[in-house]
């Protein structure tokens, strides 16, 4: 059985003129542990699939299943996909003022855990995992991703995914924005999870660089809102050398 099954999946955006639909069909299994990665040009879908399979309030599914060991979660709304065992690695994390980054953390960790983690081990894994992604003790105590660089954010993502520990872990660009030395670290962060934990991992990307460090067991390349083409992890140094309109075409 897949960890995550995509059936048929149509989703629309909420813009100003109304919902415009994006998505036309998309199918996808991942299998436990395998990581998956998207590519694709823009426009073409692949961020539309990511806010629809967290439940992001303004892409609506208006057609298709999605499956998490098993389990529909079609129609659960975004705490409770994340409880089953899903989580987003957003491509532009939000500012909150007011919220530090630790508190932030053991609430999420506590909403899906059901459980306030022991306070004790709880500040050693925090220690240990900001200590991995090379940040200073004092980053968790700063208000969340306010004033940070894009490298923070995306630390800070990773920080997440390491102490939640999701079955499914979707990142949606998170090498962007990044210089080569802020992508090895989220790499290795990455990384580093999916060895401990076993996850299954689907990471959207434009370039085939993260995909140096990030491992893919399958490259699928999205055009027009499902995918056109799946292949090894070859196929994602063709697509960084050829472009994508001659696999679109085919």
């Known amino acids: 059985m897949p960890t995550l099954e995509i059936r048929n999946l149509h989703a629309s955006v909420e813009t100003t003129d109304g919902m415009k639909p994006i998505l036309h069909g998309v199918n996808l299994s991942i299998g436990d542990g395998e990581i998956h990665a998207i590519m694709g040009p823009n426009g073409s879908g692949k961020s539309t699939t990511a806010y629809a399979l967290a439940g992001h309030p303004k892409y609506r599914i208006t057609e298709g299943q999605v499956f998490l060991d098993g389990e529909e979660i079609t129609d659960m709304t975004p705490d409770e996909r994340a409880q089953a065992g ?3 690695a957003m ?9 530090s980054v630790t508190n932030f953390l053991r609430t999420a960790k506590t909403a899906i855990d059901g459980e ?3 306070l004790r081990e709880w500040t050693k894994r925090v220690r240990e995992a ?10 968790v ?3 969340l991703n306010v004033g940070f660089s894009g490298g923070e954010k995306k630390r800070t993502e990773v920080l997440q995914m390491e102490l939640l520990e999701p079955k499914v872990a979707i990142l949606d660009e998170t090498d962007s924005g990044l210089d080569v030395d802020a992508l090895r670290v989220v790499s290795e962060g990455v990384n580093r999870v999916h060895e401990r934990t076993g996850n299954s991992i689907l990471l959207i990307t434009h370039y085939s660089r ?6 893919p067991d399958f490259v699928h390349v999205f055009a027009e809102g499902k995918i056109v083409l799946t292949g090894g992890p070859e196929l994602a140094d063709e697509l960084e050398e050829r472009g994508y309109d001659e696999y679109i075409e085919a």
């Open 116 to 118: 306030a983690p022991k």
């Open 130 to 139: 900001t200590e991995a992604l090379k940040v200073s003790p004092d980053f």
């Open 91 to 99: 491509q532009y994390p939000v500012e909150v003022p007011g919220v």
């Open 86 to 88: 899903l989580f987003l």
């Open 141 to 143: 105590k700063r208000d």
């Open 210 to 215: 993260i995909l140096r460090y990030v491992k």
